[in-house]
């Protein structure tokens, strides 16, 4: 199979609207990364997605809507705070789980009996979903396991061959996924950390928990327990008063002949003068929109990435610091 890339634009929505009504999957830009998508009510299309990525048949997938999309035609909404956060968050990298009405397939639940919905902020990606006006499933555009996708380009490096379309919106802005909240109890709970944070949850709810998971525990959001976003170089990560042992192993590196890159926020560059850096930006909003580009860019230039981290789990940090340790196991 030919993968085309293709700018969005109004041929190439029909075009993908036709894939995607005909039940085939397609990679599609969201304002979070690029997401693997066919519809949802579509048993076919969507066992697609889990052989084409490789993904674990207990992850289940998130459905995306346009942000007119009367959703209560897929779940019942048990709890009042829903409707706020939907005010303020969406559309936006806000996805809510709430009770599954069962419209859904459930080879995308999983056979569960909740569903995660989110409506996208990007333009194209609303677009396409008004033009398809059907839910959408999608994961991110990558093979399992792989560092999620944030151009068009870096879909086509890991599914070449295996979607026929790729829309290309540009460079996702949000850079990691979307916070993933478990909206079936009284106080809302952070499945999945992201740009929504804790702190604007509280804002609008009174409340919000994160979910813990420990050992042993049924895992109410199943990915958060795989291998993931692992670039195909070596990588270590370094806390940010592990700094001096970071230059120790990037010079032992280099002696040994290997190439190694330090990811780092910009503040360090002064520090690290003349070393191969990925600079991830400044602020908590920079370093989540560069992280995954800069970890795709260093697989293809260093032999090992050292990473730095931010000394903040606050805000954004808790998303960035979810994404980047498990990138470093
Ligand atoms: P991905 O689309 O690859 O970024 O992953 C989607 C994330 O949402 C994974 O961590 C899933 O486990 C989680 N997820 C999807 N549907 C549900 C659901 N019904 N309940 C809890 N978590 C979910
Ligand atoms: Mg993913």
């Not at 916070?179 to 109890?185: E, G, I, K």
């Not at 609008?204 to 795989?226: L, T």
């Not at 908590?284 to 090992?304: F, H, Q, T, V």
Request: hydrophobic share 35%.
């Amino acid at each position: 199979m030919i993968t085309q890339i293709s700018k969005i634009n109004k041929e190439s929505i029909e075009q993908a609207k036709e894939i995607l009504l005909s039940g085939g999957v397609i990679g599609m830009p969201t304002e979070t990364v690029y997401g693997l998508a066919a519809v949802g009510t579509n048993s076919e299309a969507v066992k697609k997605i889990y052989k084409i990525k490789g993904r674990p048949s207990d992850n289940p997938l998130i459905c995306h809507v346009h942000k007119d999309y009367d959703i209560s035609k897929l779940v019942l909404v048990k709890n009042d705070y829903v409707y706020k956060l939907m005010k303020k968050f969406m559309p936006g990298p806000l996805t809510i789980v709430c009770d599954s009405l069962g419209v859904i397939c459930k080879e995308a639940v999983c056979g569960g009996d909740t569903l995660a919905i989110r409506m996208p902020s990007h333009k194209g990606c609303q677009e396409l979903l008004r033009a398809v006006d059907m839910p959408i499933v999608a994961p991110s555009a990558n093979l399992s396991k792989h560092t999620s996708p944030v151009t068009a380009k870096h879909v086509y490096d890991d599914l070449n061959g295996k979607i026929p379309l790729i829309l290309d919106g540009g460079k996702c802005q949000g850079g990691i996924e979307s916070t993933v909240l478990d909206c079936t109890t009284k106080v809302p709970r952070i499945l999945r950390a992201g740009l929504i944070t804790k702190e604007m949850i509280e804002s609008v709810c009174g409340g919000c928990e994160i979910a813990e998971h420990k050992e042993g525990d049924k895992v109410k959001s199943p990915g958060v327990k795989y291998t993931h976003y692992k670039p195909k170089c070596d990588t270590i990560l370094f806390s940010i008063n592990e700094v001096d042992k970071a230059i120790k192993l990037y010079d032992e590196e280099l002696k040994k002949g290997r190439k190694p890159y330090i990811m780092c926020e910009n503040s360090l560059s002064d520090k690290l003068k003349g070393k191969n850096l990925l600079l991830l930006g400044n602020t908590g909003e920079e370093i989540a929109s560069n992280l995954y580009d800069k970890l795709l860019e260093g697989e293809k230039k260093a032999d090992i990435i050292i990473a730095i981290s931010f000394g903040r789990e606050d805000g954004v940090y808790m998303g960035i610091m979810n994404r980047l340790t498990r990138s470093c196991n």
